[in-house]
């Protein structure tokens, strides 16, 4: 399976990806409002191998985020899926990503949510000092629904995502 966008596509992560996923995930420059790693490849193959059961149950589902050219430049992550909602996360983009990644891979993530999996809102968390991922996901037309200790938590709708891309079309196509 692989979501297309302008300048991105979207791919399920395999387990030959794991050496790129720990890199992300250890480097001081993207970890910092993530959940800490080992940073061992070989733990992380083995997430990918029990993480491919729950891909299998359509529990969750791991991309990796490459550019058109087929140079890797991020990760993300649609899991809890709960009634009529998912949630995404583990969201980082490197020095490789394009322009409009952000943009682009929040609208796949979406599109896949909304359109593949029938689901109609989205939930997440974000780390209350992460600022400029807060601001991001407010002009998406996300909505605070909450807080935690560490996080702040939102949620958006399909049609307010709708309504966003409309906007922004000129950016994406």
Do not use: P
Not at 23 to 31: I, S, T
Not at 35 to 56: F, L, P
Not at 68 to 85: A, E, F, P, Q
Request: glycine letters at 6%.
């Amino acid at each position: 399976m692989i979501l297309t966008s302008k300048t991105v596509k979207m791919r399920l992560v395999e387990e030959s990806d794991a050496e790129f996923i720990v890199g992300l995930r250890v480097d001081e420059k993207y970890n910092k409002h993530l959940s800490a790693v080992t940073g061992d490849v070989e733990a992380q193959v083995n997430w990918i191998r029990r993480y491919k059961a729950d891909e299998a149950d359509k529990l969750q589902f791991y991309f990796i985020i490459e550019r058109l050219d087929g140079t890797r430049c991020g990760t993300v992550r649609i899991y809890d899926i709960v009634g009529d909602s998912f949630c995404w996360g583990s969201w980082i983009l490197n020095e490789e990503k394009t322009k409009y990644a952000a943009l682009e891979s929040a609208f796949l993530v979406y599109e896949f949510g909304f359109e593949e999996l029938k689901l109609s809102k989205s939930h997440f968390d974000v780390r209350k000092e992460n600022e400029k991922v807060i601001s991001f996901h407010k002009k998406m037309g996300a909505v605070k629904t909450g807080e935690t200790d560490l996080d702040e938590l939102f949620e958006i709708s399909k049609n307010s995502v709708l309504e966003t891309k409309q906007r922004l079309s000129s950016k994406l196509l």
